[in-house]
């Protein structure tokens, strides 16, 4: 690979002088420069961030091939740097981008020399959803936190700190410079489809100071944070992955409710800020997505929140942002709307020659696209692209799932698990009393790269605290013949342990939850996913949140559940009642000891 002097000749020092935060950059004149230097097809493919297959920049395997062939037109990710100049990768798993932490820094740095290659060469910006919880790219041996909305039932300012230090130094090790995260969109909404559990929570005072936290941690360990998703995402019933939400949010609701975390995120330093593929008429009632509107974009996040820093968009190829234009269109109004990163189009050809083409009519002016360029290469100096593209095999070694970092998030997670219902002082068990345990329940398929299934999760964190614990899969939608088998089996366990998510008022999770209940053994449930779930199993006697059903989250409830560690978190959110949802049946800050 090209040497430290060769990168540091090829870009003339520019990273002499950066500050944070998207200001201004004394240094601002080298950028300048060479942007003076770039062709208008090299300026366009700077605005792209891209996924692609494979676990190699240039030899990754035949099906990641075709995979690319047939989306992108390209074999490898160095072609698609080659023909397209882009200035961004993402990493996802389902790309096979993310097998384990050495092969993903050789791939880093693979990216990183099939871009200084080329005339004009530039470091790529290398980017991923590293939200923990739910949602991460990079799994074990990794270090794996606790998700926003346990982080939240944690309160620990410090603790969201921590998290994005020891995060963003492992995203680093591994050449991963730009995180998509954290998500600072108040879910208010207990419908919420596809925030739920990866915000902070309800409160926007507290969503902002956990946001600003976890922005200064990673800060700290040299990656760019990215606040999301703007103007805010928390109360919707749609999903704009596949559909388009509208937030009827008055001016003055999004003023105290969804802005508060972003301004917060800006208060910081936030070094990235993403769109939301959503309307909102009180902002702009075009009917516009967000990602599109200049008034929000522009005349709300530029000017009046005095944002400069990088604006990046959610996944063009989201329904969200495809309902009302066509994908040639999507980007150059993007750009029109004050959008500087244009991330993961679903036709990389179609969207960037959009742009070129704009930009050859007049639509979109060189003066126009220069700001963004100065925006994005700003950061890339900020982050030390320009000086160290590259990342070493040792560094993965000192740095990725170490001991000490698996040891935090443990401590983390047990300062998150939630006592929501002990009646009668089921909880703690002891193995003396309750040595026998069936572990049953709800196992969607494990997040973020953990073991899994939760079941065998549990079950196994359980046998190590001295139970002697069966785990049985009976699924988020049992049959009834599952459920026969469950309750047949709670009939010779002292205690049965389940795990729900997402249990409705008519499905069959609440059905076997019942079952469960009514053979006499004591139940205690976990709610793994949202802790709504307890409004609709009122009879059960213990009942705890971990928020997620990550591997870190589940050891945390079971050494709660044996009494090991004490339930320390506090609902960030409300929970309604099931009868009767204008009813609050545990309001924002409910949460049990074993004192109570």
Known sequence: MPSRRTVLAATAGLAAAVTVGGQAHADDHRLRALISRMTPEEKVGQLFVMRVYGHSATAPDQADIDANLKELGVRTAAELIARYRVGGIIYFAQTHNTRDPQQIAALSNGIQRASLDQPHGLPV??????????????????????????????RSRADAHTLGRIAGAELRA????????????????????????????????????????????????????????????GDTTVDSH??????????????????????????????????????????????????????????????????????????????????????????????????????????????????????????LTE????????????????????????????????????????????????????????????????????????????????????????????AAALTELGFTATALSTGTTPSAAVVAQAVAAARDADAVVVGTYNVTATGSQKTL?????????????????????VAQLPAVRAYLASYSWTDVELRAAARVIAGRVAPRGRLPVPVQRADDPTSVLFPVGHGLSYED
């Open 125 to 154: 910006l290398i980017s991923t959803d590293q939200e923990h919880g739910i949602v991460a790219r990079v799994g074990k041996p990794a270090t794996l936190f606790p998700g926003a909305m346990a982080v939240g039932a944690g």
């Open 367 to 458: 003066t126009r696209l220069d700001e963004s360029l100065l925006r994005i290469l700003r950061l890339k100096s900020r982050l030390g692209l320009f000086e160290r593209p590259y990342v070493s095999r040792s560094g993965v070694t000192r740095t990725v799932g170490t001991a000490a970092h698996l040891g935090a998030a443990d401590r983390i997670a047990e300062r998150t698990t939630t006592l929501l219902v002990n009646d009668g002082h089921l909880l703690p068990l002891s193995p003396r009393s309750h040595g026998k345990l069936l572990v049953v329940g709800a196992d969607p398929a494990s997040p973020s790269g953990t073991t899994g299934p939760p079941t065998g999760i549990l």
């Open 174 to 233: 591994l050449g991963i410079r730009q995180d998509y995260t954290p998500v600072a969109d108040v879910n208010v909404n207990p419908a919420n489809p596809v925030i739920g559990v990866r915000s902070f929570g309800a409160d926007p005072d507290a969503v902002a100071a956990l946001v600003a936290a976890e922005v200064s941690g990673y800060q700290r360990s040299g990656i760019a944070a990215t606040a999301k998703h703007f103007p805010g995402h």
């Open 513 to 533: 939850v019942e079952g469960l209940t009514a053979t006499g053994k004591p139940v205690v449930a976990i709610a793994i996913r949202n802790p709504y779930d």
């Open 242 to 363: 596949y559909g388009f939400p509208v937030i009827d949010h008055s001016r003055e609701e999004w003023e105290q409710l969804d802005a508060t975390p972003f301004r917060a995120a800006i208060a910081a330093g936030i070094d990235s800020i993403m769109t939301a593929h959503i309307m909102v008429p009180a902002l702009d009632d075009s009917g516009d997505p967000a990602t599109l509107s200049h008034p929000i974009l522009t005349g709300i996040l530029r000017e009046r929140l005095s944002y400069d820093g990088v604006v990046v968009t959610d996944s063009l190829a989201m329904e969200g942002v495809r309902t009302k234009y066509g994908d040639d269109r999507v980007p150059v109004l993007a750009l029109k709307a004050g959008v500087d990163q244009l991330l993961d189009p679903p036709s990389l050809d179609v969207a960037w020659n959009a742009v070129l083409r704009a930009l050859r009519d007049g639509e």
